[in-house]
């Protein structure tokens, strides 16, 4: 399996927070920067998304995305979220205001994108990969994911404060080479973690205690501008395989 974190601007801007990643080429986890990090023939070769909540640093290249891929597609993308996401962007992004209707464009029966309700701890199957969906705590509706293939696999947790089930489906893994998790805020803004439904690097040290794997912990989403207050208290964990989830990084399982 090929993993390519995808990145957007490097640097101190939303980079980290801008959420997406590549598998194998052709399935997306995410799109918080598709059309900043892939070149048009790599955003043509994106056959499924599977989305985990519809905060826009998880969705909003979406749009351009969908506008980058007419013309050069013959089969719908399919979007794969729980059926919460899809009613947000069916209400908020894709309805014809913030831009045009691409589930019906350029027509009904051969859309662009095609919306396929995920059901959590169901197994999907597509390009060669098992993806599962596994409910998170966060603001919103939420799912990580389990993604596999025959020898290897990862689990990203997408945005969550504490939570239990992605842990077990991660320690019962048949394989398992990766767990990406978030921290967002400094130890001392705990408060709003909490009411954001985020990690701070304390709480993410708790979590912690919940994988039972020796793999390594990638992570991502901190708040840019807390960044240089949160790398030493992330360091201060002194968990042995833990490292920022660096844009533009590729993982070969
Ligand atoms: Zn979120
Ligand atoms: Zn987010």
């Not at 979007?79 to 009904?108: G, K, M, Y």
Request: net charge negative.
């Amino acid at each position: 399996m090929i993993l390519r974190v995808l990145g957007c601007s490097g640097g101190e801007a939303e980079g980290d927070r801008l959420t997406g990643l590549l598998v194998n080429g052709t399935v997306a986890i995410d799109a918080g920067c598709l059309t900043m990090a892939l070149k048009i023939p790599e955003q043509v070769a994106i056959r499924h998304i599977f989305l985990s909540h519809s905060h826009l640093d998880h969705i909003c290249t979406l749009p351009f995305y969908t506008k980058n891929i007419f013309g050069h597609i013959d089969v719908p993308v399919e979007i794969h979220a729980l059926p919460e996401t899809l009613d947000a962007l069916r209400r908020h992004l894709f309805n014809d205001e913030l831009w045009p209707d691409f589930s019906v464009i350029p027509s009904p029966d051969a859309p662009i994108i095609r919306y396929s309700e995920i059901e959590p701890g169901r197994v999907y199957e597509v390009e060669g990969l098992r993806i599962t969906a596994i409910p998170v705590n966060h603001l919103v509706p939420t799912v990580g994911y389990l993604v596999e293939d025959d020898h290897s696999a990862f689990v990203f947790t997408s945005d969550t404060a504490e939570t239990d089930a992605i842990y077990e489906a991660a320690n019962r893994a048949k394989h398992l080479d990766l767990f990406i998790t978030e921290a967002s805020f400094p130890n001392e803004q705990a408060w709003l973690a909490e009411a954001s439904k985020h990690l701070t690097p304390a709480k993410l040290a708790k979590e912690m205690k919940k994988l039972k794997r020796d793999v390594p912990v990638a992570v991502y989403h901190l708040t840019p501008g807390d960044k240089p207050r949160m790398l030493p208290e992330l360091e201060a964990l002194q968990h042995p395989r833990l490292s920022l989830l660096e844009q533009d990084s590729v993982f070969r399982f």
